[in-house]
């Protein structure tokens, strides 16, 4: 993955810095890890919040990420009494889920909690109303992804060891009775944790009515790397 970073011409680290709105510094400074490490701008909106992480999948697509030439020792010291991220993720557990690189984010950048499904549970809720309401996040993405095991074994609904089927309850409600379709089911169940964060959080209902945050469904395709925004 860092060579992708070091093969990088000038060009297209001028393009890529432009794009996260830090392009006078990149003119003073063509290639400086430094100022890219201590210049980050919080987006003003959500609108903007989710273009930056499209276009950091788009990075991720290409195999160009920026976030590797990054100076890491910068990045810890400065958010070492804070944290400022711009982004919350709820994604699956699942190790084929890179969230960071996916977005082609450092460290600080994004908010993100994960447990196998993406579920909406009381836990995953309370840490990413500290997100949006104490952080700030201007964006919420709950992301399902291609061959969710979470997903395929609540349809399944076969005995599994130890906990693991007490996951189950939170996904049942978004399959569709007989169902088949893993890939829909998983789109779906994306899509249902999204409108039970709504309904059982006020606190994250109120900051979308206020325009302060957007909340989406997603869907990451472990194959191409697309990062599909569902609604
Ligand atoms: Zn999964």
């Given amino acids: 993955m860092i060579s992708f970073a070091y093969k990088m011409k000038p060009i297209d680290r001028r393009r890529l810095l432009k794009q996260v709105g830090i392009a006078a510094l990149a003119s003073s400074v063509p290639g400086s890890a430094r100022a890219y490490a201590t210049t980050f701008k919080m987006p003003a909106s ?14 991720f697509r290409a195999k160009r990420l920026s976030s590797l030439q990054e100076d890491l020792e910068i990045l810890r010291t400065n958010t070492l009494e804070q944290q400022k991220p711009f982004a919350a993720i709820l994604s699956c557990a699942d190790s084929r889920v890179p969230v960071e690189l996916m977005f082609d984010q450092t460290i600080g950048h994004l908010f993100v909690v994960r447990v196998a499904g993406n579920l909406a549970t009381p836990a995953t809720i309370a840490s990413l109303e500290y997100g949006a309401a104490v952080l700030g996040v201007k964006v919420l993405i709950v992301i399902g992804h291609r061959n969710c095991g979470a997903v395929q074994a609540t349809m399944a609904a076969k005995a599994v060891p130890g906990q693991i089927s007490s996951l189950y309850q939170y996904i049942r409600p978004a399959l569709k009775a007989g169902g088949t379709d893993l890939d829909e089911a998983i789109r779906e169940n994306a899509k249902y944790q999204v409108a039970l964060m709504r309904a059982s959080s006020p606190l994250l209902a109120s900051l979308v009515k206020e325009g302060k945050l957007s909340l989406h469904a997603a869907y990451y395709d472990l194959k191409s790397g697309a990062v599909e925004i569902l609604a």
């Fill in 46 to 59: 959500p609108a903007d919040a989710l273009a930056i992480l499209t276009q950091g999948n788009e990075r």
